[in-house]
């Protein structure tokens, strides 16, 4: 059963900071990994995808890595914003028999204060 | 290319009542996906289905839960006589190849 956990659950700090968010999974076989935004009340934007094959994805501030031994990614954020806030999903695609479910770790709340 | 599309956005339902939830994939997309975000809790996967077929459903309740995606319309997840329990918003995914998914902005269903 593919486990997918995130920490911290909630992270508070000021505008500029450079961050890390971890997500950790229990399947090795990982397909892909992806990263989404959530808006409180909205649906997921996704940010970065990272194919198994790959080590990190860059876009823009963000930069998603994933290490498939240890069953880690990182997504790192560089010089945050107050628009940053908002909840951070990474989901697993295990591939397999599992090919195309996304399994989602519960999450992390980042608030950017100005 | 229009995102994908759900509707309605907000829905408010009696139990006993049927709930059901419309979801329009991206233009070229063939593979649906359905997820449910209950309060305070995580997404979690319910069903995934490919034009006319359901290819796992292994997260579906066993009863009162049916999904479908015809040959033309949209994809319909279906609650029948829901109760307090299945307020959630539920939200809807496509991919052009079981790949990457693109989310539509959910519907939010609050059973009274």
């Known amino acids: 059963k593919q486990e997918v956990t995130q920490i911290p659950a909630a992270l508070s700090v000021p505008e500029g900071e450079n961050l890390v968010l971890n997500c950790s999974f229990t399947d090795s076989a990982i397909y892909n990994l992806q990263w989404f935004r959530q808006d409180p009340g909205k649906g997921l934007t996704s940010l970065l995808l990272i194919q198994s094959s790959q080590r990190e994805q860059t876009s823009g501030r963000l930069n998603a890595s994933l290490d498939k031994s240890s069953g880690r990614s990182t997504l790192y954020i560089a010089a945050s914003q107050p628009g940053d806030s908002a909840t951070y999903l990474c989901?697993?695609?295990?591939?397999?028999?599992?090919?195309?479910?996304?399994?989602f770790g519960q999450g992390t709340i980042l608030t950017v204060h100005p | 290319n229009a995102g994908v599309m759900q509707n309605p956005r907000h829905l408010v339902r009696r139990r006993g009542q049927e709930a059901r939830l419309r979801c329009s994939p991206m233009k070229g997309h063939s593979h649906v996906y359905w997820y449910r975000q209950l309060p305070e809790e995580g997404l979690k996967f319910m069903v995934y289905?490919?034009?006319?077929?359901?290819?796992?459903e292994s997260g579906m309740p066993k009863e009162r839960f049916s999904a479908e995606f015809p040959k033309e319309g949209p994809s319909i997840l279906r609650i029948q006589q829901v109760v307090r329990g299945d307020s959630a918003a539920y939200f809807c995914?496509?991919?052009?190849?079981?790949?990457?998914?693109?989310f539509g902005p959910g519907t939010r269903l609050t059973v009274l």
């Open positions: 289905l490919q034009k006319e077929n359901i290819i796992d």
């Open positions: 995914a496509s991919s052009p190849n079981r790949d990457k998914q693109f």
């Open positions: 989901a697993e695609n295990a591939g397999g028999t599992s090919y195309g479910k996304l399994t």
